[in-house]
């Protein structure tokens, strides 16, 4: 039987820039849910359990949105921070008389709903194969140029530059030790590659898709439903 891979999903953030009464990992989509749609594919790439991060006071947003889950969910309360939100997932999984045994533990953004199943697939095997840390990444289409202090700019080479994607997958017990180390010398990275990599990890690399896009704003999230419909039509052709 294939080793059990769990599924961090981080729903803590505030989303300050996307605005709406309600949470946007909770807001509607496909029929249901964002954080629903996107625990749906973590589940098709082979994720066989979830743990949600909500906030603090967040709960009642998410029951309803959960339920139904296709996997065995616990839901776990979050930090200040994305990093000891993620980290406070971590115990929690360390803690718990189920999950704690586990290798292959993936860190996913609740608001990235439409990730292919290969894509996850992807993550699951590199770990699997080896790899302690992994990203699945896509190429920077758009031109770069930096924007000196004097308000200059210069462009910049964008060939060998990639835009980072979750979810991420990790060795559990080394993605643990090295959140545990960042929180202790107040280590900040901006994803949990980065925490792995300050503690001397490889970062590898898999191939990401551009359906796994970030809902940050409004717009975004018009565009998930978009694809979703324009999947639909397609299926029903």
Known sequence: MPEPVIALVMAAGMGTRFGGPVPKPVAPLAGGTVIGTAIESLAAGGCTAVVVVVSRGAQHHFIPALAG?????????????????????????????????????????????????????????????????VTPAVPVVDSLR????????????????????????????????SHRAAAAAGTVATDDVGVCESTGHQVVIVEGAASAFKITHADDLDLARALVGLAASEAAR
Not at 87 to 109: F, K, M, N, Q, Y
Not at 161 to 167: E, M
Request: glycine residues 8%; contains cysteine.
């Open 69 to 133: 889950c296709p996997v065995p969910l616990t839901v776990v309360e979050g930090g200040e921070t994305r990093q000891e939100s993620v980290l406070r997932g971590l115990e929690a999984i360390a803690a718990h008389p189920d999950l704690s045994g586990t290798g292959v533990i993936l860190v996913h953004d609740a608001v990235r709903p439409l990730v292919p199943a290969a894509m996850v697939a992807r993550v699951v095997d590199a770990v699997r194969a080896g790899a302690v840390a």
């Open 146 to 177: 930096r924007v000196d202090a004097d308000g200059s700019s210069r462009q910049v080479d964008r060939s060998d530059l990639r835009a980072i994607q979750t979810p991420q997958g990790f060795d559990f017990a080394t993605l643990l030790a």
